[in-house]
C-alpha cells in the first residue's frame, strides 16, 4: 500500500478550560459547569457521549450547550457535584469512541468541609430582643451552591430561623 492511500485524520486535543465553581461544600448536591472542547462527540453530537467522573465517581451529564464563535468553539457541560471528604479532587471528562479508544481532559475542584462567609451587614442594628424580629444579615462570598437549608444563624447562641435567602448581584462600570 502506498502512501498516497492513506488518509489522515488530525483530531483536536480535549481540554477542560473551566470549571465553575472550583470549590464547594463536602455535602455535594452542587451544580457544576465544565467548559470542554477537543472531543469527538462535540463535534457530531452536542456532546451526549461525554461521560464525568469528580472523585472516581461517576456523575450524571445534565445538559450541555455551545459556546464560542465559529473559530473556538466549547461546550458547556453541567453535572451534579456528588458527596466527597474534604479536599482536593480529580474532575475527569472522557468519551470513549466505538473502537474503544478513550479521548480525556481533567482538572481540580476543592470540596470543602465548611465554607466560611463573612458578615457584610447586619439591619436593623439595633432591635428590642422582642419575638419574631427581622433581622437582614448580609453575607459575602456566597457560593452560588449554597441553599437555604445549609445556612444556620446564631444570636447570642441562640440558633434563629432562617426564611429567606436573597442572592444579590453587583456590577461595576469602568
Avoid at 9 to 19: D, E, F, G, H
Avoid at 114 to 140: C, D, K, R
Wanted: glycine share 10%; with cysteine; aromatic share 6%.
Amino acid at each position: 500500500m502506498s502512501a498516497s492511500n492513506l488518509t489522515y485524520v488530525s483530531r483536536p486535543m480535549p481540554k477542560l478550560y473551566q470549571i465553575s465553581p472550583a470549590e464547594g461544600p463536602a455535602r455535594g448536591g452542587w451544580p457544576m459547569f465544565l467548559k470542554v472542547s477537543g472531543f469527538m462527540s462535540t463535534q457530531s453530537s452536542g456532546a451526549s457521549g461525554l461521560k464525568i467522573r469528580i472523585g472516581g465517581v461517576a456523575c450524571p451529564v445534565l445538559e450541555t450547550s455551545l459556546s464560542g464563535d465559529g473559530a473556538s468553539l466549547m461546550f458547556i457541560v453541567s453535572t451534579t457535584a456528588p458527596p466527597l471528604p474534604a479536599g482536593t479532587h480529580d474532575v475527569v471528562v472522557f468519551e470513549e469512541n466505538a473502537d474503544g479508544e478513550v479521548s480525556m481532559a481533567s482538572g481540580l475542584v476543592q470540596f470543602a468541609e465548611q465554607m466560611s462567609l463573612a458578615i457584610t451587614e447586619v439591619w436593623p442594628l439595633e432591635f428590642n430582643g422582642a419575638a419574631a424580629t427581622t433581622v437582614t444579615v448580609g453575607l459575602s462570598e456566597l457560593a452560588p451552591s449554597i441553599r437555604l437549608s445549609d445556612i444556620d444563624v446564631l444570636v447570642d447562641g441562640e440558633f434563629c430561623k432562617v426564611t429567606e435567602l436573597v442572592r444579590h448581584s453587583t456590577t461595576q462600570s469602568v
